[in-house]
């Protein structure tokens, strides 16, 4: 499995206990309950409703912890979400200046002497300077 793509197991197994809890429990309310004095919106409720979202809840944790995508990666379900989205890092480098700015002299980057990472030494002046950082 890619790295981005590994599913967290923790998440998992919070979905698959939400989906057993709200399941019984369900049940178990129902049975702990006077049946002669429920009407028929309290059985639809302990035994079809609590269950069923329970169930719903449950599986979407699992579903999002295990990063499958039942969309196929697109449509505005996915752009919502953020699946499919990849973050393209941008690299740099540096550069010294096109010009010394203590003697104008021009500065190219196999002239210069590399003092350190960002700085450089003017080779007609001998002038310390800073580079420029400029997107590749």
């Not at 599986?59 to 999002?64: A, C, H, L, S």
Request: glycine share 12%; proline share 6%.
């Amino acid at each position: 499995m890619p790295e981005d793509k590994k599913p967290n197991m923790t998440g998992v197994m919070v979905g698959i206990l939400v989906t057993v809890v709200t399941f019984f429990g369900g049940f178990v309310l129902f049975f702990t309950q006077d049946i002669s004095q429920m009407g028929i919106a309290q059985i639809l409720l302990f035994v079809l409703f609590i269950p069923f979202v329970g169930a719903i809840i449950g599986i979407t944790i699992m579903i999002r912890s295990m990063n499958i995508d039942i969309f196929g990666g697109v449509g505005a379900f996915n752009a919502r979400m953020g699946v499919g989205e990849r973050v393209v890092e941008k690299s740099y480098v540096h550069e010294p200046p096109p010009f010394c700015s203590s003697c104008g002299g021009k500065l190219a980057s196999e002239d210069v002497d590399w003092i350190g990472p960002l700085t450089v030494k003017c080779p007609y002046c001998g002038a310390t300077l800073q580079t420029q950082k400029r997107e590749v």
